[in-house]
């Protein structure tokens, strides 16, 4: 079946700091979704990307469908974006191939 | 409207008790998915249902997993026999139509297996 790798798996930055979150999957994919779990387990859906680049406030995604790879970019860290950022891809039906996550610590 | 609700939010059982965990998903919503989380891992998909049509079982790890889904609204997951590698937050997500759509997730109930 169809792979997802995401890096890294940890990053530990300061707050104000950039990021970049990497997406790998291994056949295409008919939708990608980001999302973010937070330190009290709630998962919130961040971006239905597919292909292409959207913008939330500080956060964006791109995806090159193509090439088989989605980032997702943070700027300007807050400790409230601490958590586990998960990418997870559809294929021909509705179910999500999940990846394991990158863990991110934003500190003070 | 109200998000995705999980009841209990915690569950601690003794190994070979039956536990049922319950899923009120976002109203008007008509897919609903049942998720597992073990620890520090990603999300497994157990079961997904798509308004009446018969649920997708295809995730299940076992006949002593079961759900069901009254009136297209509540759903509940059986784990019958619970085995200590059962422990896991199991999460609830749904959607307004299933396919390519946005998946809203409920707080999860942990299960622990003594």
């Known amino acids: 079946g169809i792979q997802v790798e995401q890096s890294p798996p940890d990053l530990i930055l300061q707050e104000g700091a950039n990021s970049t979150l990497r997406c790998n999957f291994s056949?295409?994919?008919?939708?990608l979704q980001w999302f973010h779990q937070n330190p009290w387990g709630q998962l919130i859906n961040l971006f239905y990307i597919p292909s292409g680049t959207k913008q939330n406030g500080r956060l964006s995604a791109t995806t090159v469908a193509t090439e088989r790879y989605s980032l997702l970019y943070i700027s300007s860290s807050q400790t409230t974006d601490s958590g586990v950022y998960f990418c997870?891809?559809?294929?021909?039906?509705?179910?999500?191939?999940w990846g394991a996550g990158t863990k991110l610590i934003i500190k003070p | 409207g109200a998000g995705v609700s999980q009841s209990p939010s915690n569950k601690v059982t003794e190994k070979g008790k039956d536990v049922e965990l319950r899923c009120d998903p976002i109203s008007g919503h008509t897919a609903l998915y049942w998720y597992r989380q073990s620890l520090g891992q990603g999300l497994e998909f157990l079961i997904y249902?798509?308004?009446?049509?018969?649920?997708?079982k295809s995730g299940l790890p076992s006949d002593r997993f079961s759900a069901e889904r009254t009136g297209g609204s509540v759903s509940t997951l059986t784990i019958q026999r619970t085995q200590q590698e059962d422990s896991a937050v199991y999460l609830c997500?749904?959607?307004?139509?299933?396919?390519?759509?946005?998946?809203?997730f409920g707080p999860g109930t942990r299960l622990l297996v003594l």
């Open positions: 056949d295409s994919v008919n939708n």
């Open positions: 997500a749904s959607s307004s139509s299933g396919l390519r759509e946005t998946q809203y």
């Open positions: 249902f798509q308004g009446n049509s018969a649920p997708d």
């Open positions: 997870a891809v559809e294929r021909s039906n509705y179910q999500l191939i």
